[in-house]
């Protein structure tokens, strides 16, 4: 049993790492001057009456002019689509109710109004800087590529918080595995926070995004995409970044998560799954290892190797973004994630598997 746990974290490790590398010398080939490439940023929004403000004056103080916003209200039942539409007087976009019900009907709303080759999706409660849509135009115009996935981080905005520092270290860590695996040539995960698509193969795939999942509309779009060799590229610049605020209390970031993993089981992708059952299984084998530990099986040293090679590829790949993107983060937040990520990890997606889907 300890060699077969050895196995599995060492492969984990030799991931992770190879994951990180590509990331860390990956130089994106873009330009910084889009010829003016038309694009539709498309956002659905529900209940988001404490951030949709930011949102709207981020993407209005824009300084690419090409971009035209198409907003969907998902039914809320807040103040959200009267707060967009106060802001309609002032600053001219698209904004529309959901002609059917959940996140996947509110895109295809936003579909109908769409008139660009490009779609640049993002989320009510992200925030970017006023280059995010010019280099992300920019990088469609000079790539011509399929889908542009780019980074999106969980910020701390109380770096006091210890929670608040944890989730944005997880954050740092899932861009990693997003962006190596998209560097390395084969894309396995996504975020619908911060991605841009060519509108017609967003249109062409719309019978492939699984509607009994409510959310998963980028990850089914990007599995699409692998299936029909479609190009795709990641873009590292900071300018590209998109930010969201962290969740406020601990059910609602388990929630989320568990949206995520309740996904996989709609996955297709081969290498996908694979790389998830990786991950899984590095986490699962700590949890084992701790067991035989309790149960005089191994030694502490034998679990000590074991949770080190796990630790220090983490911390590996939460360290070089960190520092590419200037996010502070603490090697006192790292070592307190790696301890509780193992039961944070069975215990979502075990909710995922058999909670009931919804957005």
Known sequence: MPYALLLILLLYFAL?????????????????????????????????????????????????????????????????????SDYKKQYDFVLCQNNGNGKKAALRTALEHCNAPYILFTDADCYSNPQWASIMAASAQHTKADIILAPLIIKADNPKSIFQRLWQTESLAILTLTAGAAIAGHPIMCNGGNMMVKTALRTTADAYIKDHYRSGDDIFLLQFAVAQNKKMIFVKSC?????????????????????????????????????????????????????????????????????????????????????????????????VLAVIYPVYTVVCTGWGLFRKKSW
């Open 16 to 84: 992770i790492i190879f994951y990180t590398l590509k990331f860390l010398f990956h130089k994106d080939a873009i330009t910084q001057n889009p010829q003016n490439l038309p694009i539709n940023i498309i956002t659905a929004a529900k209940n988001e009456e404490e951030n949709i403000d930011k949102f709207l004056s981020c993407i209005s103080s824009q300084n690419y002019q090409n971009g035209r916003l198409i907003l969907v209200d998902d039914h809320s039942t807040d103040y959200t689509y009267r707060i967009a």
């Open 239 to 335: 300018d590209s970044v998109v930010y969201t605020h962290s969740p406020q209390t601990l059910r609602a970031l388990i929630r989320q998560r568990a949206r995520w993993a309740g996904k996989v089981t709609g996955y297709t992708d081969k290498i996908t799954i694979s790389v998830a059952a990786l991950v899984f299984g590095a986490n699962i084998s700590i949890l084992l290892a701790m067991g035989l530990l309790a149960a005089g099986v191994i030694n502490w040293y034998i679990f000590l190797l074991l949770w080190i090679i796990k630790f220090a590829a983490d911390a590996f790949s939460v360290i070089i973004p960190a520092k590419y993107y200037k996010i502070p983060v603490k090697l006192i937040d790292i070592f």
